[in-house]
């Protein structure tokens, strides 16, 4: 057998905590950041990489510096 199942890693000692869920504000979801891992600018447009308070490497993600709140 070539496949086998996906199994997810289970540390026994290592709980798993689910992701703050969003403050919502006028209508908009909001999350808070807890780092601001780098920035870049993209077609002319400052952006930062945002590490989210609460979520794991995968939820890391670009986003352009007027969607972080505090930034200029």
């Not at 979801?29 to 952006?47: A, C, N, P, T």
Request: proline share 8%.
């Amino acid at each position: 057998m070539l496949l086998r199942p996906y199994n997810m890693d289970s540390i026994a000692e290592c709980i798993q905590h689910d992701p703050p869920p969003p403050i919502v504000c006028d209508g908009v979801k909001e999350y808070k950041v807890e780092q601001i891992l780098d920035s870049w600018v993209f077609r002319g447009k400052l952006e930062y990489l945002v590490c989210w308070k609460g979520y794991g490497i995968k939820e890391h993600e670009w986003r352009p510096a007027k969607d972080v709140k505090g930034s200029k």
